[in-house]
């Protein structure tokens, strides 16, 4: 009768137990938590995405859940490089972040961005509003922190893979793990609880301003560093832009010797740059169509790469393709951009032929002394002149003076200059 009574009461006590004080076991799925993937070649996002990331966004109004935290927990990717960025979701502006290097892993974990792992390697991260007592903070069971502050109203967290693949190297959408699963926690208690609602974001609708410039007809092409925008910037990338019309019977070409980049993960710390890609968009829409990253570059340590950009309804296309696959076979570093103006982007409108350039860098040493990241931006609005008329510190605004031959400049030339075999390019 004993051992009958006490196994009753512990079923019954079980119950109790899963009906009043667990927490929800229900199992959502990640994938369910964070947007569709935000595909950097999706010709979707505006402000000129690079075309070798994906994103994934969370965003909950932080009014509805104000003694809520988050906890994220997973796995890191396989990627060169990922992050999570904080965003106020009403501005677009950055508020906060996480760069992979700087995650501690779990307990028993390491952390792939530091040091070469084969493991399957976890992670937990915390996002507190300003309301949480630090004390409570403190006993949170991880280091990695990220506090928003106490205006924001609606908060969008932002995971960005580049180049992401899976174990084996191949190209995976999520680099070769789940998406990291997102819990409530009370901020009283510390208790689990159900996560917030996700709802709708306004980074899908992201596009930059888009304005004609008279500097579009110049024949030079100087590159400018970009200011830190509003449109969702990724804070741990520095971009160099130029923008400019390309006509059909006209080439563009730009050369400079690209940021140096470490070879192992050993090399991360202290390296002068994670990754640097370029990248070329449509100033009608401001989305990238065509982009080359520095692994499929030809190109070369310590060396001057040239770049050249051509419209795919230039006449003479076949000429130029010829003149630049036969300098390849002679070892020169040039690489070929076919730009066709008359391409259809996803409004049904053709993208033209005035592009801007984007020369990405992201986690620019800001030691090195050709850093871009060393730069000063040059600020103005669409009805408050051009970026040239704004330089009025050239040695720090120009790239190719600020950081010499580590700083693209570029000119355009008739097609027909471009294929005389006497041709060469002119240099600043």
Known sequence: ??????????????????????????????KEQWSATLRGDGEILGAYPDLFSNYWEYTYNMNEYPDVALRIEGQFPHARYFSFSLYDDETGSAIGGINDHEIIPDEGSENP?????????????????????????????????????????????CIRHYLGTNANGDKDEYGGVALPAIKGIDIHS?????????????I?????????????????????????????PNNSTAYLYARTHIHADS???????PVPLPRTVEEYEGAKARYWSICLGATSNTRSYYSIYDKEANAKEGEKATFIICLKQNSRLAEIQAKV?????????????????EKQDVDGKPIGDVIAIMYRNILPDKDWEYSISRMTPTEYKDDEGEPIDKVTDPDKQLAHKA????????????????LRDDFEEETY
């Not at 899908?204 to 969702?232: C, H, I, M, W």
Request: glycine share 4%; proline share 5%.
């Open 1 to 30: 009768m004993r051992s009958i009574l006490f196994t009753t009461l512990l079923f019954m006590s079980f119950i109790g137990c899963s009906d009043n004080d667990q927490p929800d076991e229900t199992i959502i799925d990640p």
């Open 113 to 157: 961005f530091v040091s070469t792992s084969e493991k399957d390697n976890r992670f937990t991260i915390y996002v507190v509003p300003a309301s949480m007592d630090e004390t409570l903070i403190a006993k949170l069971p991880s280091e990695n922190i990220c506090r928003v502050n106490a205006d924001i109203k609606r908060l969008a967290i």
């Open 190 to 202: 510390l208790k689990e609880i159900q996560a917030p609602e996700r709802t709708e974001s306004n």
């Open 204 to 232: 899908e609708k992201v596009t930059g301003q888009s304005f004609s410039q008279k500097s579009d007809e110049n024949r030079d092409v100087p590159f400018f560093l970009a200011p830190k925008g509003r449109y969702y």
């Open 251 to 257: 080439v563009l070409i730009f050369s400079f010797i």
């Open 325 to 341: 696959e036969a300098q390849k076979q002679l070892g020169t570093h040039w690489n070929l951009f076919v730009w066709d103006s």
């Open 403 to 418: 950081l010499g031959d580590y700083g693209p400049y570029g000119f355009k030339y008739a097609a027909n200059d471009f």
